[in-house]
């Protein structure tokens, strides 16, 4: 056909942009911990943040009580109660209730939001507490609030919002305590129950981890967008001197969407994506890697082919729109395995509007969805080798170091996402690039865990944590 050709040129060009070898892997390894390194000596030292969490003891299953939390961090926000048994009996019950959160309160005022939320949240309890028989309603109920936006935080339970994102513009909560704005309209709406821990998603994702298995050292969250916290030595935290916990270690948030490096492969259309994009750069890391731009990558090649042949016929007019290919349909489209990618031409039909694609075109597509694809779960690995590196858990060290009593050590790392979760070939690729980078070795003993509903879950536990202890 026609011009077949350049549309197979087209992929081959942007398949050389995107390789991953493993020496380009190691590299990217070796970019992250240098700027890890650099975040945690200066504020500003480095792209990647690096905020302190304050959390210096992660749950370990000896939890008991009631405790409840509060997930705010996008449309939606939850609440849950978990009751938790101790030692052996684990996570004896849990409740969860999902809310939107109206339009008009995510470009209000602070006051209108919280309030909304602490109403919302005593009616939960109110609830509980009816279905419950051993209640006791004077009891002061004690809370983990995941607030996953950037957070500059004082304390374990205190923290200050650096700015909203997400579409949020709640403009006059910039610069002040959330933990405190959330505490004064629960006393308003006359609920008796305080903040014990503030913490981001991905704290919330390493501490769930923890609860199931104390060898959990970081987590990961790959969903609309991507970040990573870990657990560092206080002394390494060079920005923050004498910083002295029980622990010897303290969870620092990476903020690592936002991790650049030269050696990361870039292709023209990642240079586009990012200038059309309201955070133009920004998020470099994320923006190759998280599911909310992975489609549009994709979508951008395919455009490219529609231009330069005729593989599409006429029809290719919406591929020009941004976003219009989300990544669970490139997803689907790359996981069709009918012998005539069936499933590959009804999504061109019925999202894309191209109808009667050849099957040696559709098979160009599910190319470039895997091209797309494995470049980001191979980058997302070596961002974990990253923090293993970091943390000298990498095998880098020599044997020696990676053993405790004579057995190797043990190192697990929480995922969570609905990325991870629900795209195969992204958890396929991206494990078996972790596993060729460390080299079986010391792959064996590090092990990668899925969690569930940890920015929920691992707050509460986080309450549970910090209220028993101290
Ligand atoms: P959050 O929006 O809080 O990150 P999730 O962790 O559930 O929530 O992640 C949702 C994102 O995961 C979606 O925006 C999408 O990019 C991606 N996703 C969900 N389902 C799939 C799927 N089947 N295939 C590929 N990606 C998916």
């Given at each position: 056909?026609?011009?077949w050709?350049?549309?197979?040129?087209?992929?081959?060009?942007?398949?050389?942009?995107?390789?991953?070898?493993?020496?380009?892997l190691?590299?990217?390894?070796?970019?992250?911990?240098?700027?890890?390194?650099?975040?945690?000596?200066?504020?500003?030292?480095?792209?990647?943040?690096?905020?302190?969490?304050?959390?210096?003891?992660?749950?370990?299953?000896?939890?008991?009580?009631?405790?409840?939390?509060?997930?705010?961090?996008?449309?939606?926000?939850?609440v849950?109660?978990?009751q938790?048994?101790?030692?052996?009996?684990?996570?004896?019950?849990?409740?969860?209730e999902?809310?939107?959160?109206?339009?008009?309160?995510?470009?209000?005022?602070?006051?209108?939001?919280?309030?909304?939320?602490?109403?919302?949240?005593?009616?939960?309890?109110?609830?509980?507490?009816?279905?419950?028989?051993?209640?006791?309603?004077?009891?002061?109920?004690?809370?983990?609030?995941?607030?996953?936006?950037?957070?500059?935080?004082?304390s374990?339970?205190?923290?200050?919002?650096?700015?909203?994102?997400?579409?949020?513009?709640?403009?006059d909560?910039?610069?002040?305590?959330?933990?405190?704005?959330?505490?004064?309209?629960?006393?308003?709406?006359?609920?008796?129950?305080?903040?014990?821990?503030?913490?981001?998603?991905?704290?919330?994702?390493?501490?769930?981890?923890?609860?199931?298995?104390?060898?959990?050292?970081?987590?990961?969250?790959?969903?609309?967008?991507?970040?990573?916290?870990?657990v560092?030595?206080?002394?390494?935290?060079?920005?923050?001197?004498?910083?002295?916990?029980?622990?010897?270690?303290?969870?620092?948030?990476?903020?690592?969407?936002?991790?650049?490096?030269?050696?990361?492969?870039?292709?023209?259309?990642?240079?586009?994506l990012?200038?059309?994009?309201?955070?133009?750069?920004?998020?470099?890391?994320?923006?190759?890697i998280?599911?909310?731009?992975?489609?549009?990558?994709?979508?951008?090649?395919?455009?490219?082919?529609?231009?330069?042949s005729?593989?599409?016929g006429?029809?290719?007019?919406?591929?020009?729109?941004c976003?219009?290919l989300?990544?669970?349909?490139?997803?689907?489209?790359?996981?069709?395995?009918?012998?005539?990618?069936?499933?590959v031409?009804?999504?061109?039909?019925?999202?894309?509007?191209?109808?009667?694609?050849?099957?040696?075109?559709?098979?160009?597509?599910?190319?470039?969805?895997?091209?797309?694809?494995?470049?980001?779960?191979?980058?997302?690995?070596?961002?974990?080798?990253?923090?293993?590196?970091k943390?000298?858990?990498?095998?880098?060290?020599?044997?020696?170091?990676?053993?405790?009593?004579?057995?190797?050590?043990r190192t697990?790392?929480?995922?969570?996402?609905?990325?991870?979760?629900?795209?195969?070939m992204?958890?396929?690729?991206?494990n078996?690039?972790?596993?060729?980078?460390?080299?079986?070795?010391v792959?064996?003993?590090?092990?990668?865990?899925?969690?569930e509903?940890?920015?929920?879950?691992?707050?509460?536990?986080?309450?549970?944590?910090?209220?028993?202890?101290?």
């Open positions: 056909r026609r011009k050709r350049r549309a197979v040129e087209v992929l081959r060009e942007f398949e050389e942009g995107c390789v991953t070898s493993i020496g380009r190691r590299q990217v390894v070796d970019a992250m911990a240098v700027e890890m390194h650099a975040g945690l000596a200066s504020d500003g030292g480095s792209k990647l943040k690096m905020l302190l969490s304050f959390i210096d003891s992660l749950p370990n299953g000896n939890e008991i009580g009631t405790y409840y939390a509060l997930d705010l961090g996008g449309t939606n926000f939850r849950l109660r978990v938790l048994g101790g030692r052996g009996s684990m996570i004896l019950s849990r409740q969860v999902c809310r939107p959160i109206p339009q008009e309160l995510m470009n209000g005022t602070s006051e209108g939001l919280f309030h909304f939320i602490a109403v919302t949240l005593k009616q939960f309890v109110e609830q509980q507490e009816d279905d419950d028989s051993e209640k006791k309603p004077d009891e002061k109920k004690v809370l983990g609030f995941t607030f996953s936006f950037p957070v500059r935080q004082m374990v339970s205190s923290g200050i919002l650096i700015k909203w994102t997400k579409g949020f513009s709640v403009e909560a910039v610069g002040k305590d959330v933990a405190r704005c959330l505490e004064e309209a629960m006393t308003k709406a006359g609920l008796n129950m305080r903040v014990a821990a503030l913490v981001n998603d991905t704290v919330g994702t390493l501490a769930l981890g923890h609860y199931y298995d104390e060898d959990t050292v970081a987590a990961v969250i790959f969903g609309t967008g991507t970040n990573a916290c870990y560092e030595r206080t002394d390494a935290i060079i920005k923050c001197q004498g910083l002295l916990t029980n622990s010897g270690g303290m969870v620092v948030n990476m903020e690592w969407g936002n991790f650049w490096s030269s050696h990361l492969p870039r292709t023209s259309y990642d240079i586009a990012d200038e059309e994009s309201p955070n133009c750069n920004d998020q470099g890391f994320e923006k190759m998280s599911g909310m731009y992975l489609g549009d990558i994709a979508r951008r090649v395919l455009y490219r082919m529609a231009q330069e005729d593989i599409f006429d029809g290719a007019y919406n591929l020009s729109m976003f219009i989300r990544t669970p349909l490139m997803a689907a489209m790359h996981e069709d395995d009918s012998p005539d990618l069936r499933e031409g009804r999504i061109l039909t019925e999202s894309l509007q191209i109808p009667d694609v050849s099957l040696k075109a559709r098979r160009l597509v599910v190319r470039v969805c895997d091209v797309v694809t494995r470049r980001a779960a191979r980058l997302a690995a070596a961002g974990i080798v990253g923090i293993l590196k943390i000298g858990r990498d095998g880098s060290g020599g044997v020696a170091s990676g053993r405790t009593k004579g057995r190797p050590r697990v790392v929480a995922i969570e996402g609905g990325l991870y979760a629900n795209y195969s992204f958890r396929e690729y991206l078996e690039a972790v596993a060729e980078i460390l080299g079986e070795e792959a064996q003993n590090v092990v990668i865990r899925v969690t509903d940890g920015s929920g879950i691992g707050a509460a536990l986080l309450a549970a944590t910090y209220s028993s202890n101290r």
